[in-house]
DNA sequence: ATCATATGTCAGGCTGCCTGACATAGATAC
DNA sequence: GTATCTATGTCAGGCAGCCTGACATATGAT
């Protein structure tokens, strides 16, 4: 038989990635709570207690404003977040979790931790901290590690960008 | 407070593996290759020397025969790939990388294979081999851990099943 | 007041992924 | 030998996520 030779991180990095994903919406669904796509669960969670941005909710998940609006979107029509003006300047909205979402959130966020813990089973404590240790590494950087010659690429307006 | 600074980790994978797939992507773009996609990427990457069927590429790639279907097109197009009758079965139509094909495939390890280093210079050498360790867990399974009451099953009949 | 900038929103388009449907060919039952 | 079942490959249609382009509005600098 052939042997599977050493599987390349960015697949490894998808398989789990979907795998918790999946699992979360399911569990979600499966209390009984309204469907939540992927980046809306997302939004979800880079939202802050004081209330939010689009634009910076946006650069937290790495999209554009226009992506990030569409979830938000969504999520208002499911009365899980709220769009409230900023007191402190008029041009901006806030988007802020009402109860409904709040509990949904706090849902998801219990959910997320019986995964790891799911997960801990399997490979062990250490090897789940190892885990999250290493991808706590900010990503920001584009490495651009040219074998051949570099290349050169725009810094558009709102370039996803992801940096957190 | 709730601990922001504990990020979830389907997000930090899903930071991780865009990190690779861009610097990747990238990276072959510059060193003058074709533009490849991501799901072509990890077609690739799933192929085997002796040749394997679109059915089978799906099956590992986690997604549908249709949907392998449209990257191998893709990549047939592009010259990269070609299909060969299966001289065990004539219903069989294996994707083999072309000479073309082979040559980009190997670039594109070299470059992750400089991507895993960039990254072992940042966290350690260490890190990503418990990094890896940790993500070649077989994740097979969906969980469906349901806090609520009502436990939902659905087998549906060709679901792409990431298992492997 | 005027202009540059940041933000929020809508419209249109591309791509990945899905389900549905159908053709082909090997395996199995009669 | 024929009929049926199953696996495979392909095409068509549709949905969702993400993008760029464009525009309105509000703030701050000049």
Redesign the pocket.
Known sequence: MRRPTHRQLPQLLGEARRWFEEAMLAALEAAGEQPV????S?LFSVLEDGGT????AARRM??????A??????LVAAGMLE?VPDPA??????IRRTPEGERVHRQAGLILEGLEARLAERIGRDAVDALRAALETPWGDPPTLALGRSRESGP?????EASG
């Open positions: 796509s992927a980046p809306q997302q941005t689009v634009s910076e790495g999209v554009t404003r226009q992506t609006h569409q979830a938000v979107h969504g769009q300047s008029a041009r901006r909205r806030l558009e307006a709102s370039a996803p």
